[in-house]
């Protein structure tokens, strides 16, 4: 199985290289056939832009149109039990964290089963900071002090980890270096939350070890009575 986690980001050039990896792989596995690239969303109410966005990347990375299907839903909601059935891969694009975690519920049993048969995914944003067992899903305190910015704090206060869709083993943070989200992974480890994790800057992907992209995954993890945190770069 493979699943590529990027760290979100804006700019579609970039964007659109980071996800042409993830097609490439869909292609080379459904040979002559179109694939079905199921795209979940959760939208705020008033903002359906990301399903252009996400459409959009999908198809500069090589995407046949015709074979996106797209899956939105607003905050709050769920997604139903035929929301991944008869796909070829599986994109989770960005939002609010919590939201994105709470939609997948009803169907984190099957998305683990179709990514351990070999079915592709792809998470961004926050669709890869749901990806791993124990997710760091937001918050900006521990033990009601500061240790992020809380314009990142996905609407939570007291740091939040929850099981998460368990297709990767580490847990994820996400806008490291632009949303200064890697020192609340750092408290999160060192708090006991979570044994180690990775945080991946804007236009970056991690793909099992390899990093691609224009910047860092922070590593880190509990050693020797402190934390160690350490770069790698595409």
Known sequence: MTVHLVGGGRDAVRG???FRPFVDETLARVGDRRPTIVL??????????????????LTDAGAPPQGIC??????GETFGADAIDAVDAIVVGGGLTPAYLDAVEPIAVEIRERVASGIPYLGFSAGAAIAPERALVGGYLRDGVMVSPEDAA??????????GLGIVGVTVDVHAAQWGTLSRLVAAVDAGLIDAGAAIDEHTALTGDDVRGAGHVWDVARSAGSIQVSLRKG
């Open 16 to 18: 659109a290289a980071l």
């Open 40 to 57: 979940l969303l959760v939208l705020e109410a008033d903002d359906d832009s990301s399903v252009e966005r996400f459409r959009g990347l």
């Open 70 to 75: 797209v899956r939105a839903i607003l905050e």
């Open 154 to 163: 996905e609407e939570l206060g007291e740091l939040a980890v929850r099981p």
